[in-house]
């Protein structure tokens, strides 16, 4: 029976995980309609361990704070190191900002159906041990 509740709770974290991933997934694809533009600069690259590369850009925001997000990886470079790049960024910073030319990854969509699916899951089994 304990096993039953503790497979609830955890589908039901799961669950608010998704929906957290959900929100944030659409914000940064509604950035463009409503976030601040900011003129950066590429200062490094990153690879990731299946060997893409994304360009690491800096900017400041309107407060004058020097922020960084990345471009969304690539098997090229799109942005190398020193060129200006064009950043859309949240004034309330709860969105990572998004590079001006991309559209928004769907990351957190795939990441919010893991969640959700794991989350189904695990409420369902929990349940199934409960009663």
Same mark, same amino acid.
């Given at each position: 029976?304990?096993?039953?509740?503790?497979?609830?709770?955890?589908?039901? !974290?799961?669950? +608010?995980? +998704?929906? $957290?991933?959900?929100?944030?997934?659409? @914000?940064? @694809?509604?950035?463009?309609?409503?976030?601040?533009?900011?003129?950066?600069?590429?200062? &490094?690259? $990153?690879?990731?361990?299946?060997?893409?590369? !994304?360009?690491?850009?800096?900017?400041?925001?309107? #407060?004058?704070? @020097?922020?960084?997000?990345? $471009?969304?990886?690539? &098997?090229?470079?799109?942005?190398?190191?020193?060129?200006?790049?064009?950043?859309?960024?949240?004034?309330?910073?709860?969105?990572?900002?998004?590079?001006?030319?991309?559209?928004?990854? $769907?990351?957190?969509?795939?990441?919010?159906?893991?969640?959700?699916?794991?989350?189904?899951? +695990?409420?369902?089994?929990?349940? #199934?041990?409960?009663?």
């Amino acid at each position: 029976m304990l096993v039953g509740w503790f497979l609830v709770t955890f589908g039901v !974290s799961l669950l +608010f995980g +998704f929906l $957290s991933l959900i929100l944030q997934g659409w @914000r940064r @694809r509604s950035l463009p309609r409503w976030g601040n533009r900011a003129s950066g600069v590429c200062v &490094n690259l $990153s690879w990731t361990s299946r060997g893409l590369v !994304s360009s690491v850009i800096a900017y400041e925001d309107a #407060h004058r704070v @020097r922020r960084v997000t990345r $471009s969304l990886p690539r &098997n090229v470079i799109k942005y190398v190191i020193g060129e200006k790049v064009d950043v859309i960024y949240d004034p309330r910073g709860k969105v990572r900002a998004v590079v001006a030319a991309e559209n928004a990854g $769907s990351g957190e969509y795939y990441l919010a159906a893991l969640c959700g699916i794991g989350g189904a899951f +695990f409420v369902y089994s929990g349940m #199934h041990v409960v009663l």
